[in-house]
């Protein structure tokens, strides 16, 4: 198996080099990842989900700036974090109500049980703070056998005492690992699982003889399309072809190809279209924490219009593209540059272009791949655990991420 060091190198090339694009794919693989580190990191017997901690966020800090345009690798990142505290947080309660049973003398050792996970420093503290009370009357009455009438083992099973004592710690430092890992394999499956979970709602959206309008190409807007198709509602979609990568052209021929009844339009025609559309329906790059989207380019423009001509504007996207960042956090990197060749031709633009030391006028040549569309023009979120308003993702994002590692360069240092 590949260590740890070179599988973070090979993925932080294949960000770079944009060889793994799109929330799907880097989210998927993300995880996958921080899976295998998570698995083959040592941790100490004590502050177990410190050393996991630190682990995820220092792959994570290099994860993050190989793409900051890509969202979804630091909502991973943060998921996996806040993962490793609530799976410590359960272990440590149930321990902690554990060790309430039990009325440990101070000049005995405290006999540990074997159910019983390692705490951290926090729950340490609380497990101290529950020792010193006094036994209740309810365990009195139970007849909970007192450590001090306890006979003392001799050598030779003192031996085997403390051979049984390092397996059993052996057996609790794997526990906590063991959780986290198997909650990391749940989130995997809730992303392969995400665009079949919200074309589960389309029926519920979309309804007979309606007229849809969507924008570029997204594999969750056709497969919410498609769902509802496939349920025997008859409709029109009209899209728009999304230039200047014309993603609205593949997106065309799939719903085609589906049997759908499928119109295709410029974008500069979405104005001109829109008093006879019954809902807009678009994907997501990101949904940020104020309920704003990162969206392809041209987005915003369709958003306007819905708003002008009172239609539905509906985003659909998994719940890994919920950001807990804000738009205007500087962690955000809002737009990505792409080539100015898919606009112009070099070899017809050539003489007119800037070549970047000459005097007089010149050509600029600027391509953004994205938009970003405020809340106040967005209807609906229809996520994989169902349909939201704008102004409730705050309490989505407070359901997956824990504050502490909203910044990933400043936990680091703390």
């Not at 260590?3 to 989210?27: C, I």
């Not at 397996?167 to 079949?196: G, M, P, Y």
């Not at 594999?219 to 349920?231: I, W």
């Not at 719903?255 to 025609?269: E, H, K």
């Amino acid at each position: 198996m590949p260590d740890t060091q070179s599988l973070v190198k090979e993925f932080v090339l294949k960000l770079q080099r944009r060889k793994v694009e799109g929330s799907h794919a880097t989210a998927r693989q993300t995880a996958e990842l921080l899976r295998s580190v998570i698995s083959q990191q040592r941790v100490p017997h004590t502050n177990q989900a410190a050393a996991l901690i630190e682990a995820v966020r220092s792959v994570g800090v290099k994860l993050v700036a190989a793409n900051p345009v890509e969202l979804a690798v630091g909502n991973v990142v943060r998921r996996v974090l806040h993962t490793i505290r609530e799976e410590d947080l359960s272990l440590a309660t149930t321990a902690i109500g554990g060790l309430g049973l039990y009325a440990v003398s101070d000049d005995e050792d405290y006999v540990e049980q074997d159910d019983q996970p390692v705490l951290s420093a926090a729950a340490v503290a609380a497990a101290s703070r529950s020792t010193l009370r006094a036994p209740s009357l309810h365990t009195l009455l139970e007849g909970t056998p007192d450590s001090a009438a306890a006979p003392h083992a001799s050598s030779s099973g003192g031996d085997s005492e403390g051979k049984s004592k390092s397996a059993d710690r052996n057996s609790r430092t794997r526990k906590l690992k063991h959780s986290v890992i198997e909650a990391v394999n749940e989130l995997i499956q809730d992303i392969d699982s995400c665009h079949d979970q919200i074309a589960e709602q389309a029926v519920e959206h979309i309804h007979q003889n309606e007229v849809i309008l969507t924008l570029g190409r997204s594999r969750t807007v056709m497969n919410f399309l498609c769902a509802a198709n496939d349920k025997q509602r008859s409709f029109r979609v009209f899209v728009a072809e999304g230039a200047p990568r014309y993603q609205g052209h593949i997106l065309a021929k799939e719903l085609v190809a589906r049997g759908l009844q499928t119109t295709v339009i410029t974008d500069s025609a979405v104005f001109a279209m829109i008093s006879r559309v019954n809902m807009v329906i678009v994907g997501a790059h990101a949904i940020m924490a104020n309920g704003g989207v990162i969206a392809p380019v041209g987005l915003n423009m369709v958003a306007l219009a819905a708003q002008r001509h009172a239609v539905p504007f509906v985003v659909v996207g998994g719940s890994h593209k919920l950001c807990p960042l804000y738009p205007n956090n500087p962690e955000v990197l809002l737009n990505d540059l792409r080539s100015p060749s898919e606009l112009l031709d070099f070899g017809e633009f050539s003489d007119c272009l800037d070549s970047g030391g000459g005097t007089g006028a010149s050509l600029h040549v600027v391509n953004p791949a994205f938009d970003y569309v405020p809340p106040k023009l967005v209807s609906l979120f229809i996520t994989d655990t169902g349909g939201h308003s704008p102004s409730y993702v705050y309490k989505l994002i407070a359901d997956y991420y824990s504050a502490e590692d909203l910044v990933l360069e400043q936990s680091k240092h703390r």
